[in-house]
């Protein structure tokens, strides 16, 4: 009877089969092999626009007003990838454009979405980075975007939930050739860091001549298709992704505050006792590093930090619209207290062995407050001549945008002993962030400045390498950070 049923009703029909859950439309497949007619009258060559309209109702309006083209031939894209997460599929044919429509559908509706919450998406990129980061000599352009796949999917419910120990130390030990400023597949040396450095040279943290303001292209000979159109994939460094879940990793097993420490501070005082207490600990320990997952399903955020968010989502999706590219960083974006943590990585290793590992996890704070200067104050230009600290802050490749200082708050310095820091440094429109810090009192006029350079990754999770200026390599410091912004009070005034 179906035979002959009109186009416009069948088509209605084979739409009603299918479920808002973005899944296969397994009934309407069925349905295309009843009968050639049936197949004719319902096949995506002919009716891309019932397809779109299937697209539509499981992810929801398209706000691009694509042509349903380009829709229907998405949903095939997306029905391929998610086929290949429920099946634990970790073989290498389409892998690329699997994983690639994955990474773009993680950026349009967030990891938790029902389309690939259904098919163990977190579980299927856990396996997946396991497989490729395991084989060094493999695609590095499968690896990098694995690697940035597996920091977008995760939240920190997956971590604690799905990840055991044994694998969460196996991921940061595959991860740790990562952590390079200009996001290299491996470090190649660990060079001292001065200013007679050879551009080609790789280190912990590199000269900062070497261009960090271009994401690194994932490229393929034809181009990946996103939306019916062939693309290349920008993505950002590979480095922040690897600095990012290297900490939410760790920071899945909580540090254990020394028994004999005061509760509070009001007890610390009273017994006329300094440092650190119980209480701080804590607040240290809900001071995680920002997971994209969990950033896209909360609700705490600030209008400015959807804002960012949104922005640098825009900018990571191939070929935005220019009405949609705006400045990763903006007036304001950065003023405030910023609040995480450091680990610091081992020195004076030889140029064949391993990378070492980040320990130490220690707190960090900065409040910053931005200023319309020519040149960061504080600064001084005698290092650069000295070599000391390169002039990364005076870089005429990059277009600055906010000049920085800050400093440690009080209430941090009396917590954990510190006589307190001082900062001053340039926010860029790119996303970079580079700052030094200095001791408030420094013990001699020769105090070294330590050097940060990070980046404000999808708005909320400030994370980096930071290096001594210290020349020789057996007497340097450096290691990786991760700061977020901390959260206004209720009665504080909307940013």
């Known amino acids: 009877m179906l035979e002959f049923t009109p186009h416009d009703i069948l088509q209605h029909i084979a739409l009603l089969t299918t479920t808002p859950v973005a899944t296969p439309p397994s009934d309407l497949y069925a349905l295309l092999a009843t009968c050639r007619t049936l197949y004719r009258a319902l096949n995506v060559s002919s009716n891309p ?4 309209a299937i ?40 892998l690329r454009q699997d994983m690639s429509t994955l990474f773009w559908m993680v950026l349009e509706h967030g990891s938790q979405c029902d389309a690939l919450s259904q098919v163990g998406f977190s579980s299927f990129v856990v396996q997946l980075a396991r497989n490729l980061l395991s084989d060094r000599k493999g695609d590095k352009n499968n690896i990098q975007l694995v690697v940035w796949l597996l920091c977008l999917a995760l939240s920190r419910n ?3 939930s799905q990840i055991p120990e044994e694998v969460r130390d196996e991921l940061v030990i595959s991860l740790r050739p990562f952590v390079s400023t200009d996001a290299s597949l491996y470090l190649t040396s660990l060079s001292p860091f001065s200013a007679t450095d050879s551009q080609d040279k790789l280190c912990w943290l590199p000269p900062c001549s070497t261009p960090r303001s271009r994401p690194q292209a994932v490229n393929d000979e034809a181009g990946l298709l996103f939306y019916n159109k062939r693309v290349f994939l920008d993505l950002p460094p590979v480095s922040d992704a690897a600095v990012i879940l290297i900490f939410a990793l760790k920071e899945a097993v909580p540090l254990q505050a020394p028994y004999h420490l005061p509760a509070t501070r009001a007890l610390a005082i009273s017994e006329s006792r300094g440092g650190p207490t119980a209480e701080d600990y804590t607040t240290f320990q809900s001071t995680l590093t920002p997971l994209f997952s969990d950033i896209r399903q ?17 900018n990571t999706l191939p070929e935005p619209e220019a009405a949609d590219q705006r400045a990763l960083i903006g007036a304001g974006s950065i003023a405030g207290v910023w609040e995480g943590a450091m680990m610091i990585s081992s020195c004076g290793l030889s140029e064949d062995s391993e990378p070492p590992d980040f320990l130490c996890r220690t ?9 319309q200067h020519e ?36 209430q941090h310095e009396e917590a954990w002993g510190s ?24 013990a001699n006029q020769t105090s070294e400045a330590w050097l940060f350079i990070g980046r404000l990754c999808y708005g909320n999770a400030l994370v980096g390498t930071f290096r001594s200026s210290a020349v020789d390599d057996a007497c340097s410091v450096c290691g990786i950070f991760s700061l977020r912004k901390q959260t206004p009070s209720p009665n504080a005034a909307p940013e």
């Open 49 to 52: 626009h019932l397809y779109a």
């Open 298 to 314: 909360t609700e705490m955020l600030t209008q400015s930090r959807l804002a960012t968010t949104r922005a640098w989502v825009v």
């Open 55 to 94: 697209f539509r109702h499981q992810y929801g309006p398209d706000l691009r007003n694509r042509t349903d083209s380009s829709l229907s031939a998405e949903l095939h894209q997306r029905c391929d990838a998610l086929g290949r997460c429920r099946r634990i599929d970790l073989g290498v044919h389409r």
């Open 158 to 160: 997956d971590i604690l």
């Open 375 to 410: 040149s960061p104050p504080d600064w001084d230009h005698r290092e650069t001549q000295s070599g000391n600290c390169p002039n990364i802050l005076m870089r005429p490749d990059v277009e600055a945008c906010i000049a920085l200082v800050g400093q440690t708050l009080p």
């Open 363 to 371: 707190p960090m704070q900065c409040e910053f407050v931005e200023q």
């Open 419 to 442: 006589d307190g820091f001082t900062f001053a440094g340039r926010a860029h429109k790119n996303g970079e962030i580079v700052f030094t810090r200095r001791p408030k009192q420094p």
